[in-house]
């Protein structure tokens, strides 16, 4: 079936660090693509997304490039800050019969950033 | 900026006893889902909601579990009788329209069954 594979965390990074998670997936057809990041405490939000390949979704310095040929989306940032301390979430759509979508999930990578 | 919002932030029951978890929806918003997060693992599909009737569920989404859209603000999970294992972090999410519209989720409930 459909399914989602991310990097295990937790990742420990300091300020300014480059960032990578790694996010694959499987599927049939061509989903749309998303990350969702979650602070503690609250729930999840939306950071970025992809509907068709090539695209690249970005927010807040975040990027991700919906790559068909590998099957991947691996989120990125340049420079990393202690308020990105989060749990990243990579998620496929799959398009659902009487309306919605269904939202598959990875397991989600911990990211922690020391100064 | 409209937000999902949900109650209770944290549940405890006994096993066996009834529990209704509540969320309220963005206002103008027309599809409602349940997910859920045991400790550890991913994020689950529960079950999508449109229309007042269910549109998709899982196979999680046993006899056990049933929603309801009570009024035109709230939107309800209810579990007839929690089991240990139904012990986990319940996330309502919503969206505009279906396709591939953004889901917005709330913060969550914690659900402990002892």
């Known amino acids: 079936g459909d399914s989602v594979t991310q990097m295990e965390g937790p990742v420990t990074l300091s300020e300014e660090a480059f960032l990578t998670i790694n996010c694959t997936y499987t599927?049939?057809?061509?989903?749309?693509l998303f990350w969702y990041v979650q602070y503690p405490g609250e729930g999840l939000q939306l950071l970025l997304k992809a509907t068709k390949a090539d695209d690249k979704g970005s927010n807040k310095g975040f990027e991700a490039t919906y790559r068909k040929e590998t099957t991947s989306f691996h989120l990125e940032k340049g420079s990393v800050q202690v308020s990105d301390s989060a749990v990243y979430f990579c998620?496929?759509?799959?398009?659902?019969?009487?309306?919605?979508?269904?939202?598959?999930f990875g397991t989600g990578t911990q990211l922690k950033v020391e100064l | 900026e409209p937000e999902v919002t949900q109650t209770p932030s944290h549940q405890v029951t006994q096993m066996g006893q009834e529990v209704i978890l509540r969320c309220v929806p963005i206002s103008n918003h027309l599809y409602f889902y349940w997910y859920r997060q045991i400790l550890g693992q991913k994020v689950e599909f529960l079950v999508s909601f449109y229309n007042n009737e269910i549109s998709e569920k899982s196979e999680i989404f046993d006899d056990q579990f049933s929603v309801e859209r009570p009024d035109g603000s709230n939107f309800t999970l209810k579990i007839r009788s929690t089991k240990l294992e139904d012990s986990a972090m319940y996330f309502c999410a919503s969206s505009k329209r279906g396709v591939t519209d953004t889901q917005y989720f709330g913060p969550g409930t914690r659900l402990t069954v002892l």
């Open positions: 998620a496929l759509i799959l398009m659902i019969t009487g309306g919605g979508n269904k939202l598959t």
């Open positions: 599927a049939t057809g061509y989903p749309s």
